[in-house]
């Protein structure tokens, strides 16, 4: 099975996000299936459990997050949760998603 990790980067203040909440829901069949949920540690990382290959959700509680932090946003806030969508089609290799997080923009990619 395919090992899965995360790392959330606030890049308003240039470190590590400890404490985002993230939920990981297999979407398979039209179905979404919530799998488990974590919450980011102090190096801003989480991971998940063993994947078969399939498609994924990573859900991130943005607006909960920068609200904790003291970071005033709009209401309703521009990005309230971050949904990132990824397939697993090779099980003998590790899966790293990076979500680089401000109030106003977000980016990911494919980590190692």
């Known amino acids: 099975m395919a090992s ?27 179905e979404r299936r919530h799998l488990i949920t974590v919450a980011t540690n102090p190096d801003g990382r989480a991971a998940g459990p063993p994947l078969e290959p399939g498609i994924y959700e990573l859900t991130f509680e943005a607006a909960a997050y920068f609200r904790a932090a003291g970071t005033a946003l709009s209401d309703p806030p521009f990005f309230n949760e971050v949904v990132v969508r990824f397939g697993i089609g090779d099980t003998a290799v590790h899966y790293h998603v990076p979500l680089l997080l401000a109030p106003y923009s977000y980016a990911t990619y494919r980590g190692s």
């Open 4 to 30: 899965l990790s995360t790392h959330v980067l606030d890049t308003t203040r240039g470190a590590p996000a400890a404490g985002v909440v993230v939920h990981l829901h297999a979407c398979q069949h039209g």
